[in-house]
């Protein structure tokens, strides 16, 4: 069984940042789409960035493009998500999931991750 261990969400005001990691094992990490997605309370699941492990290649939301970018540790086999500029409307559980395989450069589609995190809570207050 795969594990993907998250770290650094919490509590932060609003025009704040965090930074989100997502630990892999080392022989998975290679060759994956690794993403993030958040689902706040009521709401649907959303992707928010993504990155092919292998290119570097990314993928953001509209609602985080500018604000967010997802990076790679490859000697760390981690996945970041660095959070600037937040907002409340930011706040919900934050989770990293992999798919194997090049991510789609359009979208983030549920279904096609198979591996999932436990989730991180990051809350914005105004």
């Known amino acids: 069984q795969v594990q993907l261990v998250e770290s650094g969400g919490g509590s932060v005001q609003a025009g704040g940042s965090l930074r989100l990691s997502c630990a892999t094992p080392g022989y998975f990490y290679s060759s994956k789409c690794m993403g993030w997605f958040r689902q706040a309370p009521g709401k649907e699941r959303e992707g928010v960035a993504s990155?092919?492990?292998?290119?570097?290649?990314?993928y953001y939301a509209d609602s985080v493009k500018g604000r967010f970018t997802i990076s790679q540790d490859n000697a760390k086999n981690t996945v970041y998500l660095q959070m600037n500029s937040l907002k409340p409307e930011d706040t919900a559980m934050y989770y990293c999931a992999a798919d194997r395989g090049p991510c789609d450069p359009a979208s983030m589609v549920i279904s096609q991750f198979g591996y999932w995190g436990q989730g991180t809570q990051v809350t914005v207050s105004s």
């Open positions: 990155i092919y492990t292998r290119s570097g290649s990314t």
